[in-house]
């Protein structure tokens, strides 16, 4: 287990999925994690292509749950909707949005481009109070349970690759470039300053 010394940050769309399964992961392997959305409203799979169901942030996740399930168990419990909200109701009662989190971070991970876009524009129009440096790594990470798995053991393996760096700020970007190539995947980057 690694000690959590490390204060991680996940952030999706919805903070329904991707970045849940991270903060379950993360916690459960001992780290200080919070997970974030940072769209408008909670948007979830609706029964037909196109049609979400839409929840307000303030929503818990039981309530959403329990709503869907009044409205199609068969739908919900087959499209693996209801299982997450049941996983993320044992982790914390509601989505959150990044915007409106004003708690420090060494590190913050997106889970796709437009949401790293989002977190890094917030954090750059926010006044700077103790020029702290904040890195922002972008996975970009498909919005699947399956790949919200795979993505999460990736930041795991990040976040201990980091805790056991002697600099951090030193051996980032070389990091960053093993792991490129060994997950095969691209990775964005940016330091931020609280």
Excluded at 40 to 60: I, K
Excluded at 66 to 81: A, F, P, S, V
Excluded at 113 to 119: G, L, N, P
């Amino acid at each position: 287990m690694l000690s959590s010394s490390l204060r991680v940050a996940v952030v999706c769309v919805s903070n329904i999925n991707r970045s849940m399964e991270a903060h379950s992961i993360l916690r459960r392997k001992g780290l200080s994690v919070r997970s974030f959305g940072t769209e408008s409203h909670v948007r979830l799979p609706g029964p037909r292509p196109g049609h979400p169901v839409v929840y307000d942030f303030a929503t818990t996740y039981k309530e959403m749950y329990n709503d869907l399930l009044r409205k199609d168990r068969e739908c919900y419990t087959h499209n693996g909707i209801l299982h997450i909200l049941g996983r993320n109701e044992r982790i914390k009662p509601c989505p959150e949005r990044f915007q409106e989190c004003t708690d420090l971070f060494d590190v913050i991970f997106t889970c796709e481009e437009s949401v790293y876009d989002t977190v890094v524009e917030d954090l750059c129009s926010r006044e700077q109070q103790t020029l702290q440096p904040v890195h922002v790594i972008n996975m970009d990470i498909k919005d699947t349970l399956e790949d919200a798995t795979l993505g999460a053991f990736l930041i795991y393996e990040l976040c201990q690759c980091l805790q056991q760096s002697d600099d951090m700020e030193d051996s980032l970007e070389e990091l960053l470039l093993q792991m490129e190539e060994k997950a095969g995947r691209s990775f964005l980057h940016t330091v931020c300053f609280y």
